[in-house]
T-cell receptor, first 113, second 114 residues
Framework: GESVGLHLPTLSVQEGDNSIINCAYS??????FIWYKQESGKGPQFIID?????DKRQGQRVTVLLNKTVKHLSLQIAATQPGDSAVYFC????????????FGTGTRLQVTL | EAQVTQNPRYLITVTGKKLTVTCSQN?????MSWYRQDPGLGLRQIYY???????DKGDVPEGYKVSRKEKRNFPLILESPSPNQTSLYFC?????????????FGDGTRLSIL
């Protein structure tokens, strides 16, 4: 899937620094949000999710922040590593819509040494 | 190993020649879905299935068919493929419908329709 990334915004981060990837979602009724990581030639891989009754959730080296007021979602990656290089997508879902996800167009993260 | 398996991974074919992309999951998931991924457009849902014998259209269903005769399998059928269906396709599954559960994706099928 390299061609998928041709038109994506790109974030370049030096190895060891923290990364922040942002996402604006569209539906104010959405109440479940997911971040996916997609490496070249692979399908999206689940990273972390958050429900609308929370504004922050932490995983291993990753934190998701949710600001419902401005419909904004961010993914923070601590101590970014070369293996974090990938395209990152946010996805939103509205309860009762049969797990239908609406995806953002993605951000490419490039980790430089 | 828990996974979603798609076949083939790559296919080049010609306009009008029927093709099927298979999808199988070994996690006993009720929900399965097909997406296509195009540059600048992200992932768009084609069809989804909430359980056996239950399928529904997603955002871009035109030109596609699906079936869900068994829980584990959810094939995507292109009866008469056209060049605008050249894309990268992903199958996904999740444990339940109506509940907040992340979807698990296969590694994709790249279709080129000449």
């Amino acid at each position: 899937g390299e061609s998928v990334g041709l038109h994506l915004p790109t974030l370049s981060v030096q190895e060891g620094d923290n990364s922040i990837i942002n996402c604006a979602y569209s539906n104010s009724a959405s109440d479940y949000f997911i971040w996916y990581k997609q490496e070249s030639g692979k399908g999206p891989q689940f990273i972390i999710d958050i429900r609308s009754n929370m504004d922050k959730r932490q995983g291993q080296r990753v934190t998701v922040l949710l600001n419902k007021t401005v419909k904004h979602l961010s993914l923070q990656i601590a101590a970014t590593q070369p293996g974090d290089s990938a395209v990152y997508f946010c996805a939103e879902n509205m309860s009762g819509t049969a797990s239908k996800l609406t995806f953002g167009t993605g951000t490419r993260l490039q980790v430089t040494l | 190993e828990a996974q979603v398996t798609q076949n083939p991974r790559y296919l080049i074919t010609v306009t009008g020649k029927k093709l099927t992309v298979t999808c199988s999951q070994n996690m006993n998931h009720e929900y399965m879905s097909w997406y296509r991924q195009d540059p600048g457009l992200g992932l768009r849902q084609i069809y989804y299935s909430m359980n056996v014998e239950v399928t529904d259209k997603g955002d871009v269903p035109e030109g596609y068919k699906v079936s869900r005769k068994e829980k584990r399998n959810f094939p995507l059928i292109l009866e008469s493929p056209s060049p605008n269906q050249t894309s990268l396709y992903f199958c996904a599954s999740s444990p339940a419908t109506g509940l907040n559960q992340p979807q698990h994706f296969g590694d994709g099928t790249r279709l080129s329709i000449l």
